[in-house]
């Protein structure tokens, strides 16, 4: 049923996801699709895929931004993905009940069985969060790999999505953001995390941390002192140094 | 927005045959049409006609449309479901009216009701239409309180100069149906009006700066896009052919649905028979042909705010 869940879930799953050590290398969004386009929305499809006109269903991209003018201006890579929200429009406003929001964990995801590829999920969603997947006819969305973080065929250090997994930057965090003491919600307080577009009313569970301050001379601290020069007073070194100094 | 040409026919196809049917549910249990089982046909075979390849129509932007039947399960939550059921439930009550038209050629009593019934049905539908797109809270042209009045005043417009043109070939006592239709036509097109200055003034609450949360550093401006050529994102929400043109298609709208059909409404009672019926037809046929272009830039002038995420600044 796309009723929403009349609680809102005392668990919310997500991700946090850090602007600041982002560094935009687009692994996240491609590990991504490498282990979607084999998980529980497989197959992942590209139309055209070594030719003109590229395209296809991914479920995770990276924007980059220019944030702020001139000298002060600063470049942001941004990962974007389903936003897990607790207001989701696009599972109410679903026809067919394809879509739904969990009761136990907030993960909101698409029955495929079930979509008959109206498209409409794809409108109500003001992030761009969902994509038709033209090969297959069906919509589909970041699933917070479902089939990796309860998967207990996987060591428990790999229980957590693809995206995260792969980030060399650790600039993505997964964890329970409806418990105030688990390591994500106590980094979005310390950080400031936030909301994107919570004038939309959606309430989404992801959250962002904005870069931090640039450092400046105030800021910064001293310089590290020089290196003292190689100074070899005896053995072998010594007496190379001897020599060459010699010639 | 992207204007899929099956929607935009389907919206105005269906709007003129639930708007026809609204109008001879209840007009023809008040007694005021011919109770003749020729005229129940032709009229409500337009009605049947236009409703049903509106239906099938929206079917074929379904990218897996075997799974439609399961469209009629969400009625608790979704608009779209809504529809599908109230659309099917004011055919099967509308199908009982005709029986009883056609066969019997009987109007009153049960068969009245369930005349009344079907438009009822009828408005639930039509009303059902307009609120998919008005509860779409990322797209501000179309969460507009207006929405879903120009949605009904259309499709009782449409079905009003149908109903005219019928009636005019048919029967030949048009006066007020004429003038009904003129009314219906000049409200329909003052709120479209209003709705117009209403979007052209109005601004979306959200900014690339509340996309990104990034205002605090400055302006936020997209540097590169996260993928080489379009998506499907891109495809059906960045659509900006019309908005060109958008004052032209306004203009041209307005004169085929209404600055058109008006004339031609009052030539079809002021002429004898043939010239008179022609005229009507035209005028049902222009009427639509503006609601069809109306309805293109509804799609068209809509902004979704994913947008704001590559690189529009109004979303």
Redesign the interface.
């Known amino acids: 049923m796309t009723s929403l869940p009349k609680q809102p879930s005392a668990r919310k799953l997500g991700l946090v996801i850090d602007l600041d050590t982002c560094v935009g290398c687009h692994a996240c969004v491609v590990n991504c699709k490498e282990w979607n386009t084999g998980g529980y929305p497989a197959p992942l499809t590209d139309q055209n895929p070594y030719g003109k006109d590229v395209s296809g269903a991914w479920l995770n991209r990276v924007h980059t931004f220019e944030a702020g003018e001139g000298a002060d201006g600063r470049t942001v890579h941004f990962p974007k993905s389903c936003l897990h929200c607790e207001e989701p429009l696009c599972v109410s406003v679903c026809p067919t009940g394809a879509s739904y929001k969990r009761n136990d964990d907030g993960i909101v995801l698409v029955d495929e069985d079930r979509c008959m590829g109206c498209g409409l999920c794809a409108w109500a969603c003001p992030y761009g969060a969902r994509e038709m997947d033209m090969g297959v006819g069906v919509m589909k969305k970041c699933t917070l790999c479902i089939d990796r973080i309860y998967n207990e065929n996987l060591d428990e250090a790999d229980r957590v999505p693809a995206c995260v997994s792969t980030c060399p930057a650790s600039a993505r965090h997964f964890g329970d953001l409806g418990d105030p003491g688990s390591a994500v919600s106590q980094l979005v307080a310390e950080r400031g995390g936030y909301d994107l577009m919570p004038e939309q009313g959606y309430k989404p569970t992801n959250k962002y941390l904005p870069p931090r301050p640039r450092r400046d001379a105030t800021t910064a601290g001293s310089r590290p002192e020089r290196l003292d020069e190689a100074r070899p007073e005896g053995g072998f070194l010594g007496w190379v140094d001897r020599l060459l100094s010699a010639v | 927005?992207h204007p899929a040409y099956s929607v935009i026919f389907f919206t105005t196809a269906s709007g003129a045959g639930f708007g026809l049917l609204t109008l001879l549910g209840i007009l023809g249990p008040l007694q005021q049409l011919p109770n003749d089982r020729w005229f129940g046909l032709v009229a409500l075979f337009v009605a049947f006609a236009l409703a049903v390849s509106g239906l099938l129509s929206s079917t074929l932007?379904?990218?897996?449309?075997?799974?439609?039947r399961?469209?009629?399960?969400?009625w608790?939550?979704?608009?779209?479901?809504r529809e599908?059921v109230a659309a099917v439930a004011t055919m099967i009550v509308a199908g009982v009216f005709a029986i009883g038209w056609v066969f019997f050629e009987a109007t009153a009593g049960w068969w009245g009701a369930a005349g009344l019934l079907a438009a009822l049905g009828a408005v639930v539908t039509v009303a059902s239409t307009g609120m998919?797109y008005a509860?779409?809270?990322?797209?501000r042209q179309w969460h507009d309180p207006l929405v879903v009045p120009a949605y009904l005043l259309f499709a009782l417009a449409t079905g009003a100069v149908w109903l005219d043109a019928v009636v005019t070939v048919l029967a030949r006592n048009n006066q007020a149906l004429s003038l009904g239709a003129i009314v219906l036509l000049v409200l329909a097109w003052g709120v479209k009006a209003a709705y117009w200055k209403r979007i052209d003034t109005g601004q979306s609450?959200?900014t690339?700066e509340?996309?990104?949360?990034?205002?605090?550093?400055?302006?936020?401006?997209?540097?590169?896009?996260?993928?080489?050529?379009?998506?499907?994102?891109q495809r059906?929400?960045g659509y900006r052919v019309a908005r060109k043109h958008a004052v032209k298609l306004r203009g041209l709208a307005v004169i085929g649905g209404l600055a058109l059909p008006v004339p031609l409404l009052v030539a079809g009672w002021l002429l004898p028979a043939v010239p008179g019926s022609v005229c009507a037809v035209l005028a049902a046929l222009l009427a639509t042909l503006g609601v069809l272009v109306e309805r293109w830039l509804f799609f068209a002038e809509a902004r979704?705010?994913?947008t704001l995420?590559?690189g529009h600044r109004d979303g």
Do not use: C, D
């Open positions: 927005m932007h379904l990218r897996s449309p075997s799974r439609a399961y469209a009629f399960s969400q608790r939550s979704s608009w779209l479901s599908g998919i509860v779409l809270k990322p797209i609450i959200s690339p509340s996309a990104t949360g990034l205002g605090a550093l400055g302006p936020v401006s997209l540097l590169m896009a996260p993928h080489t050529e379009e998506n499907y994102l059906e929400m979704h705010t994913v995420y590559y």
